[in-house]
């Protein structure tokens, strides 16, 4: 149960887009397609931006989307927003039963 | 209005025990899958265990098995953890979460757990 591999950071400028990587194994996020993403401001608690890899909750700007390749997903913002910046986790199923976070990675709107 | 709102946090000591609590309103309860996820000051988020919907099936993170047991009461819409031999690693905010589709789609607050001497 070894935590997804994410940035520390990213920036970008408004209406830039950036991407946030999650790399893990061919044992979580290579092996399901069961990655989501939260969106964490200070403070606050995290909220869900993205699930099964690429599907959006209702509410969510498609701004947002969300992909895969091998074992690393990825999150990507288009048009950034100053109301973006935040922390952004991944998260991926592990199999048996476990579910594993990524570190996090601070999105900085410059 | 969904909302899960946690209590039972506190300071603790190394060894020491815990309840926490969520309550749970604005949706069938007992539909649902439930897990608790926590979050150590100024770090990551780490799930901590989930539950079923009738209380069947539960799963935990190695570090916590064996000495957390979450638990469910369908007819008062609440979820609990309960939390032994704690350690001062188990110090986070602890979060209550409804568990949809392999993913956590609402969240409450948080309660503060904190194991110190």
């Known amino acids: 149960q070894s935590a997804l591999t994410q940035p520390r950071s990213v920036s970008g400028s408004p209406g830039q887009s950036v991407t946030i990587s999650c790399t893990g194994t061919?044992?979580?996020?290579?092996?399901?397609?069961?990655v989501s993403w939260y969106q964490q401001h200070p403070g606050k608690a995290p909220k869900l931006m993205i699930y099964?890899?690429?599907k959006r909750p209702s509410g969510v700007p498609d701004r947002f989307s969300g992909s895969k390749s091998g074992n690393t997903a990825s999150l990507t913002i288009s048009g950034l927003q100053a109301e973006d910046e935040a922390d952004y986790y991944c998260?991926?199923?592990?199999?048996?039963?476990?579910?594993?976070f990524g570190g996090g990675t601070k999105l900085t709107v410059l | 209005e969904v909302q899960l709102v946690e209590s039972g946090g506190g300071l603790v000591q190394p060894g020491g025990s815990l309840r926490l609590s969520c309550a749970a309103s604005?949706?069938?309860?007992?539909?649902?899958?439930m897990a608790w996820v926590r979050q150590a000051p100024g770090k990551g988020l780490e799930w901590v265990a989930n539950?079923?919907?009738?209380?069947?099936?539960?799963y935990y993170v190695d570090s916590v098995k064996g000495r957390f047991t979450i638990s469910r009461d369908n007819a008062k819409n609440s979820l609990y953890l309960q939390m032994n031999t704690l350690r001062a690693e188990d110090t986070a905010l602890y979060y209550c979460?409804?568990?949809?589709?392999?993913?956590?789609?609402?969240w409450g607050q948080g309660t503060l757990v904190t194991v110190s001497s």
């Open positions: 979460a409804r568990w949809v589709a392999q993913s956590l789609t609402v």
């Open positions: 604005g949706f069938t309860f007992s539909s649902y899958w």
């Open positions: 539950i079923k919907q009738d209380g069947g099936e539960k």
């Open positions: 061919s044992s979580d996020v290579g092996g399901y397609n069961y």
């Open positions: 099964d890899v690429t």
């Open positions: 998260c991926s199923y592990a199999g048996s039963y476990t579910w594993v």
